[in-house]
């Protein structure tokens, strides 16, 4: 057999494996195509966004004539700030960003550290009926809100409260038209709770007995030794507590009827009032649904690492 011959008997038997580039060529192309679909998924969330914040800048005219055509995604035509002067005009904006940042910041950091400390204690102390007590606030989050609403407005309406007024205090009945109705009632939260368990159980627990060995009580462990290692958990908790209350709507319109305390969500109502020659106003309710998502967008840009960090920490601790 020849020298040839031989070789070409090896190859038949032994291929040559491929090369980097001819590896690399089908990752890529496979690569590619991965990304499709998240590409329309970003779309779906984004164009909404987009028709709203150019839709704020056109007159209400262009932006129906715009609705089934690619411009109402695009920032052609006559553009202008009119909308937005409007705004200021029709609804008292600086006010109610103001009670709607009072009222979801204090649930925010009120609530960061009640159920931070709620399941420090169901993780890391041991006690009978943590598992039960677990329990019964997770199911909580299985009842709407909507199915208790009522109830609480009775009990609120019923509640004792001192008014602060210029001559001293007096005790009242009634939390409505108060910042304590917004508040207190939502500062506990069961998921939060939940989340909060759930990471502290993942911090091994020889932690807490070095630190009990040196003299620290729990509430020591819980600010100095653990709550530092749950940084992510923190800035979930905070995202997914803003969302809601800021996006309040139902409680406010039910407990609320001074105008110099309802949040943004309620100033929606001022663009739909009856009996208006104009009709209903779009340019400005997208100029208004605008300037409130702001505060949205700050606050997830602010928080977006620690948040994925905690999606991606759970999934791999399990």
């Given at each position: ?8 008997a ?23 195509w ?17 028709f ?7 007159p ?29 005009d ?18 925010v950091?009120?609530?960061?550290f ?30 709407p ?24 205090f ?23 709770i ?125």
């Open positions: 057999m020849t020298t040839s011959q031989t070789t070409a090896a190859t038949a038997e032994h291929p040559p494996e491929p090369t980097t580039e001819q590896q690399v060529k089908p990752q890529r192309k496979s690569g590619l991965n990304y499709v679909p998240l590409i329309l998924l970003a779309a779906t969330f984004v164009l909404p966004l987009l709203m914040v150019f839709s704020s800048l056109k209400k005219d262009q932006i129906l004539d715009d609705l089934t055509t690619w411009r109402a995604f695009a920032p052609v035509g006559d553009l202008s700030l009119g909308n937005y002067a409007d705004v200021f029709r609804v008292p904006v600086a006010r109610f960003f103001l009670n709607s940042m009072i009222v979801t910041t204090s649930i950091l009120i609530g960061l009640v159920n931070s400390l709620a399941g420090f204690a169901l993780a890391r102390l041991d006690f009978k009926g943590r598992g039960v007590i677990l329990m019964g606030v997770v199911a909580t989050l299985i009842v809100f909507e199915t208790f609403a009522i109830p609480m407005v009775y009990l609120v309406t019923k509640l004792p409260r001192i008014g602060v007024y210029s001559d001293g007096a005790l009242e009945q009634g939390w409505n038209n108060s910042y304590e109705v917004l508040i207190i009632p939502f500062i506990a939260n069961a998921f939060s939940f989340l909060f368990t759930q990471y502290y159980r993942s911090i091994p627990k020889e932690l807490d007995e070095a630190a009990r060995v040196d003299g620290a009580g729990w509430f020591r462990i819980y600010r100095s030794v653990v709550s530092p290692l749950a940084g992510p958990a923190f800035a979930t908790s905070a995202i997914l507590t803003f969302l809601p209350q800021w996006n309040s709507y139902l409680w406010p319109l039910l407990v609320i009827q001074q105008e110099e305390l309802r949040p943004v969500q309620v100033g929606l109502r001022y663009f739909f009032a009856s009996g208006t020659a104009e009709g209903t106003p779009w340019g400005q309710i997208m100029a208004y649904t605008s300037l409130i998502t702001i505060p949205v967008v700050i606050v997830f840009i602010a928080f977006q690492r620690a948040f994925i960090s905690s999606v991606a920490s759970s999934g791999v601790k399990g």
